[in-house]
């Protein structure tokens, strides 16, 4: 851990090698997906990487990365279950628009909105698609998308006012 | 992202990174800040008119007890930052309910008669300028505490903000005791314990704010 936060890669590839076995059983006991846990430990180590600061010396390393790991396993739980939440929340409002709605009608509102989204230009409709669909904080898409949370926001905003003129008649 | 594409992230902003100092000493960063409010609540409005017979012990001894319990909480937060270094909820409400107690101790330490106030006309308003006075000098030591906090990782940025909100509000409150002299219960409890409560309340919000950022 020394080495790694004197700026040594080699140092991060031993502490990778180390414990990232350890971390994806841990998420793998935690969210029972593979593919998922193998996304989680870049997570956790992206996160370890941006807070090693908080890396105390002489400490023990494994509660450090394991508390790591956990908390992006919370996140990621919490994020999911923002995601369900709006499907679900579409799904009832668009039940609940006109009854009864045939499948057809279901395409062409499906077809309305696919075609508004293409309107949006790309980086609103990113920023869009995150937050309303995807569920991610502003934050969490600035971090990604490396801009600022202000721009995150506007580029959302911007995007959703968009949609909404390309829709409305 | 793979395991590949992890390791070319970190290669490019792989840089040699300073620890963070202990809880116990960041939190010691505040001392000064902390003695200043102690000495500038009473400075910039007056000192209480029986500081003289209160003697130096219970005047600035118990204010100086007051800032070392707040500077502790702050610590505690501060620790509560660190990833693994979480307490227990046990410590958690012990702190709690130990920072809102302290400033009440001392009052009953400080004080012979119970019965000094305003007339209950005046009450109000007396207890809103104890309330304003103790939460405005509690500021600067909340913003230094969020950034110190926001250095570190806190991974429930609730708890840390209240404790170290909560660690302001009796800092601010052992410079309070200094200023003002009345001793009625419910003036005590309500401004002087409601500012320390309120501080405590916007530890969180602000933790959270710089959380988003």
Wanted: hydrophobic fraction near 50%; proline fraction near 6%.
């Amino acid at each position: 851990m020394a080495g790694y936060l004197a700026g040594r890669l080699d140092a991060f590839d031993g502490l990778y090698a180390l414990i990232a076995p350890r971390i994806r059983s841990y998420l793998l006991g935690q969210c029972r997906d593979g593919g998922l846990a193998d996304d989680l430990v870049q997570e956790t180590f992206l996160q370890l990487h941006r807070s090693r600061r908080t890396y105390e010396a002489g400490r023990p390393v494994t509660p450090w990365v394991f508390a790591i790991a956990r908390h992006v396993y919370l996140m990621h739980r919490r994020s999911t279950g923002r995601r369900l939440k709006f499907h679900e929340t579409f799904a009832a409002e668009t039940r609940a628009g006109d009854l009864p709605r045939d499948d057809v009608r279901v395409l062409a509102d499906q077809d309305t909105v696919r075609r508004a989204l293409d309107a949006v230009p790309a980086d609103q409709r990113r920023a869009l698609e995150m937050h309303h669909v995807e569920g991610w904080s502003f934050a969490e898409i600035a971090e990604r998308l490396g801009i600022r949370v202000n721009a995150a926001k506007t580029r959302a905003f911007r995007g959703m006012r968009k949609l909404k003129g390309q829709i409305k008649p | 992202m793979n395991a590949a594409e992890l390791r070319a992230v970190i290669a490019r902003d792989l840089r040699p990174t300073r620890p963070l100092l202990p809880p116990s000493l960041r939190a010691l960063l505040l001392a000064p800040l902390a003695l200043a409010t102690v000495i500038a609540v009473p400075s910039i409005y007056f000192f209480r008119p029986d500081f003289a017979e209160l003697g130096v012990v219970r005047a600035w001894g118990l204010s100086i007890v007051e800032v070392v319990i707040g500077l502790t909480i702050v610590a505690m937060a501060l620790r509560e930052s660190i990833p693994g270094r979480a307490l227990a909820k046990g410590t958690v409400v012990t702190a709690i309910l130990g920072g809102i107690a302290t400033p009440m101790l001392i009052y009953l330490i400080t004080s012979e008669r119970f019965d000094i106030g305003v007339p209950p006309r005046a009450q109000l308003y007396a207890s809103y300028i104890c309330f304003r006075t103790s939460l405005g000098a509690a500021v600067p030591a909340l913003l230094v505490a969020t950034v110190l906090v926001a250095r570190a990782f806190p991974l429930r940025p609730g708890v840390a903000g209240l404790l170290y909100g909560l660690g302001c509000g009796v800092i601010a409150d052992a410079g309070l005791r200094l200023y003002c002299e009345f001793t009625m219960p419910s003036h005590v409890i309500a401004a002087h314990g409601g500012a320390v409560v309120a501080a405590m309340i916007v530890g969180p919000l602000l933790a959270s704010v710089v959380r988003r950022r």
